[in-house]
């Protein structure tokens, strides 16, 4: 889902294709499609309305895959809108579906999806068992966008517990399994992961320009970070800017549009090095 106009177009188009053909496993794929599109734009009232359409279908054709995979998607949903019980429901029910259809991907769509909301209510411990549960497990297929987020989240945990130097471990594993996604957006997350774990370090100017190259990132796929999604990266930045030295500008990201994310490998400066506050 590299080009989201694209995908977009093609979606709506064979969503009229199947229902002129009254074709409803047809209609069933383009309306996930069509949902999923719509939660990373940050139309979460589009997307759960077409994802409870897709669920209605896929246990009307009792196509159970596909039930847990609405499940997670409106878990996901709820998850972003701060309904974090509704979320936790969603998941359960999905990973309890799939683990009877032994469809393992699924089940680890819906477990991680807990560790999610377990971190976003502040549970780090419950979030960190869940993620780890499927580390191993998507590590096993470079590419693999599970492997991506999981070690993202898991970096987060370290930076909400006051460990930038495994914070940065994580988000520097989780940006080169990013890039083997070819994903710009899991791309974005481990650069902004990064820019926690260079604010926790003291590291300003650093945090400012990967905050500014996880943006050009998103930008890149015309897919900005909604609102529903900007917790860590408005948490980030206002932690760069309320430590960043007396008497110099503070960085918003948004003055470092410029900056490239390819431009950063995964040996730029450790947060262990002399932070930009102690000279």
Not at 73 to 100: P, Q
Not at 135 to 162: K, M, N, S
Not at 167 to 187: I, K, M, N, S
Request: with cysteine; glycine share 10%; proline share 4%.
């Amino acid at each position: 889902m590299h080009d989201l106009d694209a995908a977009g177009r093609d979606a709506e188009q064979s969503l009229a294709l199947f229902r002129q053909e009254g074709d409803r496993w047809g209609l069933l794929q383009a309306t996930h499609l069509l949902g999923s599109l719509a939660q990373v734009s940050g139309d979460y009232e589009r997307a759960r309305a077409l994802h409870r359409d897709a669920l209605e279908a896929a246990e009307d054709l009792r196509l159970w895959p596909q039930v847990a995979d609405s499940l997670a998607m409106l878990r996901r949903i709820a998850l972003l809108t701060g309904s974090y019980t509704e979320a936790d429901h969603y998941h359960e029910r999905a990973r309890r579906l799939a683990a009877d259809q032994l469809n393992t991907r699924t089940e680890q769509f819906a477990q991680v999806g807990l560790g999610l909301a377990a971190r976003r209510r502040g549970d780090l411990d419950t979030a960190e068992r869940h993620l780890h549960a499927w580390l191993d497990w998507c590590r096993q297929w470079r590419g693999d966008p599970g492997t991506a987020l999981i070690l993202a989240e898991l970096g987060f945990v370290a930076e909400l517990r006051g460990d930038p130097g495994m914070a940065f471990d994580l988000h520097r594993e989780g940006l080169e399994a990013a890039r083997a996604t070819r994903d710009q957006r899991a791309v974005a997350l481990a650069l902004e992961g990064l820019a926690g774990a260079h604010a926790g370090a003291g590291n300003h100017r650093m945090a400012a320009r990967l905050l500014g190259a996880g943006s050009a990132a998103r930008d890149s796929v015309r897919a900005p970070l909604p609102a529903g999604e900007r917790s860590d990266v408005d948490r980030i930045t206002a932690a760069a800017q309320r430590a960043h030295p007396v008497g110099e500008p503070r960085p918003p990201p948004k003055n470092c549009r410029g900056s490239q994310p390819d431009g950063f490998t995964v040996r730029d400066q450790l947060p262990g090095q002399r932070s930009e506050t102690s000279h």
